[in-house]
Structures are given as structure tokens and as C-alpha cells.
């Protein structure tokens, strides 16, 4: 268990709705990333934030938005989902801003229909 | 975002076997972290390295930073069933907060 914890663990809806991807860090863990993996593809960073403030953008699409909240958990929130969203979103914490460990959730895999 | 190349993409090794995969890039890191991935699961931290030329060892898996900072390599000795998944090589520029993953190296085991 890394301590790091992502709800939910799957997630089905149809294109055009809305999800919020929950993800609470390990205990004094200041730093959140997320990650989207598609089937068969690697790690793309989508984004990071460190104590509530936004710190690096991946290839985050529009549609897509995510936040930290003052007790350290953060959501990742997608719209519009189309088909092409479906994956397994992971959620990444450190205690540093940069240049430390960074421990993965389970992830949520998110199926657009 | 930066370009990290990880080879070989997969590998079927032997039982008992060493096998070593590597990553590397056209820029200069400041931290290289491997990590192992199973099916349906999130990946797994296996070893961290902060400083050029460190050599880790974390069990049966040995892991460096590369002298040039643009390089590192995991060995696994020794392999058994339990090492297939896949191996993700990452990294982290001083001056960037965000941490880029390799393709990975798929590792399939022979009994």
C-alpha cells in the first residue's frame, strides 16, 4: 500500500458527461500529480500541483481541470468525455515540490461509453 | 515534454537469468526513479537515484545514475515468475517539477 489513495477504483459513463476523480496523498505529502495511461500507452503527465498551487502542465486537454484543496487532496475533473477518454487515470504524491519520490494510487479506470 | 527512451520495449528471459534495461535522454536530469508495473494496478516505486554515478541496490535489482546525467539502467539478477510486469524508467530535470515516464519494458519470464 503506498498510501496514496484514489476513489473511485472504476468509473462508467457515457460521452458527454462529467467525472470527478477523487485522490488523497500520503500522510505530509505536499506535492499531487496526475497521470493518464491508455491501453498499451505509457505515463502522460497531465498535471501537478503543490500546496493548492498549480506547479507544471502536461498535455492537459480543456475539457479536462483539477485542483487541490487546503487539506491536500485533489480532484481531477473531466467533461465532455468522449470515447477516447477512456483509461486509467493515476494519482501520484510527494513531499517535495520537485527532484523527490513520487508514490502512486491504485488509479481509477474511467470507461466512456 | 522531454523525451525519454527506454529500451528494449520487452523481453522474454530465462528463469534464473540477468537482464538489464536502460533509459536515456537528450537532457540532463537531476533525479531517475524506476519503477514496476502489474496489470491493473498503479506503479510501484522500486529505486531512486539523486546523484550522478549512484549505484542502488534494492533485493535483486541494482539500478545507477549515469555519469552524464542523461542516462540509467536497472539490473535484475537472478530473475524469478513474480518479475513479469512492466519496468517504467523516470525522470525529473532540476529545473522542472514534473516527473517523465519512459515507454516502459514489458518483462515476460520463461519457467
Not at chain 1, 483509461?87 to 479506470?109: D, H, I, K, M, P
Not at chain 2, 513474480?82 to 519457467?111: E, M, P, W
Request: a negative charge; aromatic letters at 10%.
Amino acid at each position: 500500500d503506498s498510501g496514496v489513495t484514489q476513489t473511485p477504483k472504476h468509473l462508467i459513463t457515457a460521452t458527454g458527461q462529467r467525472v470527478t476523480l477523487r485522490c488523497s496523498p500520503r500522510s505530509g505529502d505536499l506535492s499531487v500529480y496526475w497521470y493518464q495511461q491508455s491501453l498499451d500507452q505509457g505515463l502522460q503527465f497531465l498535471i501537478q500541483y503543490y500546496n493548492g498551487e498549480e506547479r507544471a502542465k502536461g498535455n492537459i486537454l480543456e475539457r479536462f481541470s483539477a485542483q487541490q484543496f487546503p487539506d491536500l487532496h485533489s480532484e481531477l475533473n473531466l467533461s465532455s468525455l468522449e470515447l477516447g477518454d477512456s483509461a486509467l487515470y493515476f494519482c501520484a504524491s510527494s513531499v517535495a515540490n520537485a527532484g523527490s519520490e513520487a508514490f502512486f494510487g491504485q488509479g481509477t479506470r474511467l470507461t466512456v461509453v | 515534454g522531454q523525451q525519454l527512451n527506454q529500451s528494449p520495449q520487452s523481453m522474454f528471459i530465462q528463469e534464473g537469468e540477468d537482464v538489464s534495461m536502460n533509459c536515456t535522454s537528450s537532457s540532463i536530469f537531476n533525479t531517475w526513479l524506476w519503477y514496476k508495473q502489474d496489470p491493473g494496478e498503479g506503479p510501484v516505486l522500486l529505486i531512486a537515484l539523486y546523484k550522478a554515478g549512484e549505484l542502488t541496490s534494492n533485493g535483486r535489482l541494482t539500478a545507477q545514475f549515469g555519469i552524464t546525467r542523461k542516462d540509467s539502467f536497472l539490473n535484475i539478477s537472478a530473475s524469478i515468475p513474480s518479475d513479469v510486469g512492466i519496468y517504467f524508467c523516470a525522470g525529473q530535470l532540476s529545473n522542472d517539477y514534473k516527473l517523465s515516464f519512459g515507454a516502459g519494458t514489458t518483462v515476460t519470464v520463461r519457467a
